[in-house]
């Protein structure tokens, strides 16, 4: 009887007993079954695990461990293709996962590691949100590969005109790439908006990896500014010049017994029309308000001055302060980014 009519067999048998049973009873059943070197089962077991669908599916870190113990499985039952497939899904799975040397024999890790060097895989992880200090922090992605690759990571407005070339080198299995949160090497901070965060081999090739995209949406938290200290006033401030209220009355009088000289014809004539006198009359006596409006101008109160002098200088260096104070909170300005899935760019011509 063929191994796989007897797979067949007990996946019939086991049928609906296992359709009781969550994706993780399945995997746990699947490993005791393989450290009993009971292959069939675990290979039926450990497959049907893999094979439940949200929302009873397996977690990322379990099905990673479903895969390494399946390929071992099947490469103990000389299925060493089936058992390649298994890993080259488990290493685009989770590029930095290892199958644990202290479990698997030789045989199945130089497996492993002959796969991973084969399967070219690109990936990258950013943090789901986060805040920094333009210039002071970094938002970091980590780029991840199954062998040194040539990768270009840039940053890209969310229609595709570039920001900024982040990485343009090898990744040696897996490295940090920085970005100080500014858009030019004179620390301009990005407008709000969608940004996208792209990760490609450099060049592409049809049989390389896919290059990822994230994309970022990145708000300015404004910085909180103190307000201006309000300038001193009177009270307590004394009065610095001379009141402008005789000046004004002198004017005031001037120009009222100038216009009743003109509008009293009977004073100097005996016709109501305007004479020449009555104008040269009322020309002096509003010449005469002029002078004395001038007179009376407001004058500075030297002694008030110096007296007001320290409340002035404690009210500028409270200005200063508090100009020194927003410059920094100015400096220390905050970037929110928050990134979405990573998922496959269209390649670049």
Known sequence: MSRTLVVLMVVLTAAPRLAAQTATDLLEQGVRAYQKLEYDAAVA???????????????????????????????????????????????????????????????????????????????????????????????????????????????????????????????????????????????????????????????ATEDGPRPLQVTLDITQEPPDTLSWPPPPTAPPLLPERTSASPALGSLAAGALAGGAVVALPALFGRSGEATGARFAVAATVSIAGLVGFFAHQPRPIEANIRANAPARADWQRRVEAVKSENAKRRGAARLLIRAGPVTVAERTP
């Open 45 to 203: 077991l450990l497959r049907e695990s893999l094979a439940r669908r949200a929302p009873t599916a397996l977690a990322d870190s379990q099905r990673a461990r479903a895969l390494s113990y399946l390929a071992a499985t099947e490469l103990f039952q000389q299925e060493r293709d089936s058992a390649a497939g298994s890993f080259r899904e488990l290493v685009r799975l989770d590029p930095r996962y290892r199958p644990d040397e202290l479990i698997f024999p030789p045989q199945v890790t130089n497996l492993f590691e002959e796969v991973r060097r084969a399967t070219k895989v690109l990936t990258v992880q950013v943090p789901a949100s986060m805040e920094l200090r333009p210039r002071r922090e970094s938002f970091t992605a980590r780029v991840i590969t199954t062998s040194v690759l040539p990768v270009l990571v840039t940053l890209a407005h969310d229609d595709g005109t570039p920001v900024r070339t982040l990485w343009d080198g090898r990744v040696p299995d897996s490295m940090i790439v920085k970005w100080d949160g500014t858009t030019t090497d004179a620390g301009t901070l990005p407008e709000d908006g969608h940004y996208l965060l792209r990760v490609a081999p450099n060049p």
